[in-house]
């Protein structure tokens, strides 16, 4: 998205929690002529997210584009279920959105320019095919969020996106690089067990996913058209079709 941003001609400033993943994205834009600046930011602690954004302000003055796009994933299941890595999902991919907007919002709003906020949700955020886990009941919550954020931003000219991808070639298989002491260590599966092979599933799915730079366009061409929902791949219908017809079919049963 930076990339993406950068090409249109803006301003862009660059946060990751990994100094440096963050410093050599930098670099590499820089060296396309970007004008781009970057900060180190750790989503799920509301005072760095305030940092980042005054640092914003005073690198560029008034911000109109946020993304609030930071994701880690964590385990699920239902035995045995681990505190730890429910606290850690929702402190990054949930609270890390409530951290963005608390920070940025009230500026975009007070300098009356317009504006436009892009949440990163996931497809797992309209279809909880994962079963009972973290990473989806965030990625649902996220799109609840967008779609009242964007009801009640409307009137003010601010847009709002809602980003849901299927699989995409990040790193956020990997993301237990990062995951902090306080959490604990991740949980090892044994090599044999059904989620160990959930995993590597997923893994293979993501190395084989969608280029990251075909999913920025999208999110340009949403912007530009104020487009809410943003969607990535072919065939995403038919993962959220049956959801939706059995929510439809048990609301026809009430009024029947």
Request: glycine residues 10%; negative net charge.
């Given at each position: 998205?930076?990339?993406?941003?950068?090409?249109?001609?803006?301003?862009?400033?660059?946060?990751?929690?990994?100094?440096?993943?963050?410093?050599?994205?930098?670099?590499?834009?820089?060296?396309?002529?970007?004008?781009?600046?970057?900060?180190?930011?750790?989503?799920?602690?509301?005072?760095?997210?305030?940092?980042a954004a005054q640092a914003s302000f005073l690198a560029f003055g008034n911000i109109h584009v946020l993304c609030n796009n930071a994701g880690v994933a964590g385990g699920g299941g239902i035995d045995p279920i681990s505190l730890d890595d429910w606290r850690w999902v929702i402190d990054v991919n949930l609270m890390g959105v409530v951290h963005g907007l608390r920070s940025f919002l009230?500026?975009?709003?007070?300098?009356?320019?317009?504006?436009?906020?892009?949440?990163?949700?996931?497809?797992?955020?309209?279809?909880?095919?994962?079963?009972?886990?973290?990473?989806?009941?965030?990625?649902?919550?996220?799109?609840?969020?967008?779609?009242?954020?964007?009801?009640?931003?409307?009137?003010?000219?601010?847009?709002?996106?809602?980003?849901?991808?299927?699989?995409?070639?990040?790193?956020?298989?990997?993301?237990?690089?990062?995951?902090?002491?306080?959490?604990?260590?991740?949980?090892?599966?044994?090599?044999?067990?059904?989620?160990?092979?959930?995993?590597?599933?997923?893994?293979?799915?993501?190395?084989?996913?969608?280029?990251?730079?075909?999913?920025?366009?999208?999110?340009?061409?949403?912007?530009?058209?104020?487009?809410?929902?943003?969607?990535?791949?072919?065939?995403?219908?038919?993962?959220?079709?049956?959801?939706?017809?059995?929510?439809?079919?048990?609301?026809?049963?009430?009024?029947?």
């Open positions: 998205m930076a990339t993406a941003f950068a090409r249109e001609g803006m301003k862009v400033m660059l946060a990751d929690v990994e100094t440096g993943a963050l410093d050599k994205a930098v670099a590499a834009l820089r060296a396309t002529g970007a004008d781009v600046q970057g900060v180190v930011c750790d989503v799920a602690d509301p005072d760095s997210v305030q940092g009230p500026h975009i709003r007070g300098h009356g320019e317009g504006g436009h906020i892009i949440n990163t949700a996931s497809m797992a955020g309209m279809n909880a095919g994962l079963g009972l886990s973290p990473y989806s009941a965030t990625k649902f919550a996220v799109v609840s969020m967008s779609e009242g954020l964007a009801a009640q931003l409307r009137p003010l000219g601010i847009g709002v996106s809602v980003l849901c991808p299927s699989y995409v070639r990040t790193r956020i298989g990997e993301s237990g690089r990062n995951r902090p002491e306080q959490y604990g260590p991740s949980r090892q599966f044994a090599p044999d067990s059904p989620a160990a092979a959930i995993i590597a599933e997923i893994v293979r799915r993501l190395e084989a996913g969608l280029d990251p730079a075909s999913v920025a366009d999208r999110v340009v061409s949403a912007i530009h058209d104020d487009r809410f929902y943003v969607f990535t791949h072919p065939g995403m219908r038919a993962e959220v079709e049956e959801r939706f017809s059995a929510i439809l079919a048990a609301m026809d049963a009430v009024s029947a």
